[in-house]
């Protein structure tokens, strides 16, 4: 019997130190899950600060907005091919008309169908913010916006010429003066979109406004005083192709950010520069369109 009590006290005691062992272990576990947990969330709240400090910040979702913008173009591509169709049905009785001006008006129309087409399969193959770097889906929205307002206002400008080559010259007048305002209240939309994706400043794209107007305005002053007959009919014509290579090269660079998840120099290229080439182009989009204006009313 003495042997049975020494050995059921034995194991009274060793079950009371392994239960005094588990009770420490987890207190232990306890004691470090606070700091492990804190060490966690500061990780997250520091990686959640760096992904919206380069993805997010605009005030709208790019992949919806780009969705929309397909709809858009698509409707504005059927205003210019109804446009292309009954010039080219008014083609056969050109008695009446300028024939400079109907052939200027054509091709405008023809210039804004293919890019409204074209940009529309453009910005539908917006990239995948998950699986591109930094800014690069907002430099592509960017590049295909510009190319939408400028193409946006090839179109519209088409009208001047249309009222000339009919002869109706009031019309024409007023809408002589109606462009550029049109002009000023749509660089507001380009403005809020390049200031929402955070490419450029509300007052980096009005700089840029003012230089692109104040460059096309000393360019034509200085024709004018060195050759005052320089100004030819064919001048609209001109610009239109110069603004349908620019939208060929926005159209470019905008279509090889598709590529950057394979190409790691491309992201990098892109990343480093995306910004710099959104600058350039919307400079070189408001000193395109200012030369416009000024052709589609005669000054150059």
């Not at 997010?56 to 919806?64: R, T």
């Amino acid at each position: 019997m003495t042997r049975s009590g020494e050995w059921i006290g034995t194991q009274a005691l060793n079950a009371m130190r392994h239960r005094m062992g588990s009770r420490d272990a987890v207190d232990t576990v306890a004691a470090r899950r606070p700091s492990q947990q804190f060490s966690g969330h500061a990780t997250q709240v520091r990686a959640a600060r760096n992904s919206a400090a380069r993805h997010d910040g605009q005030p709208w979702l790019l992949a919806e907005t780009a969705k929309l913008h397909v709809g858009i173009m698509a409707g504005l591509a059927g205003f210019s091919f109804t446009g292309i169709v009954l010039l080219v049905g008014l083609a056969h009785d050109r008695s009446d008309m300028a024939a400079a001006s109907f052939d200027t008006v054509l091709v405008m129309f023809i210039v804004s169908f293919i890019y409204y087409i074209g940009n529309a399969f453009l910005i539908s193959y917006l990239p995948n913010p998950d699986t591109s770097r930094g800014l690069v889906p907002h430099v592509h929205f960017s590049l295909a916006s510009t190319i939408e307002y400028r193409t946006l206002f090839v179109s519209w400008f088409a009208l001047l010429p249309l009222l000339q080559a009919y002869g109706l010259n009031r019309a024409a007048d007023l809408l002589a003066v109606l462009l550029p305002l049109s002009l000023a209240l749509g660089s507001v939309i380009l403005a809020m979109a390049a200031d929402g994706l955070g490419l450029m400043r509300l007052k980096e794209t009005y700089f840029a406004a003012a230089v692109g107007t104040g460059v096309a305005l000393a360019c034509a002053g200085i024709v004018r005083l060195v050759a005052p007959d320089a100004s030819t009919a064919a001048s609209t014509l001109y610009v239109t192709i110069a603004i349908f290579c620019l939208n060929g090269v926005g159209f470019a660079l905008a279509a090889l950010t598709a590529l950057l998840p394979r190409y790691p120099r491309l992201a990098r290229f892109y990343e480093r520069h995306g910004r710099n080439i959104v600058i350039a182009d919307i400079q070189a989009t408001m000193i395109a369109l200012a030369f416009l204006w000024l052709a589609v009313i005669g000054v150059i």
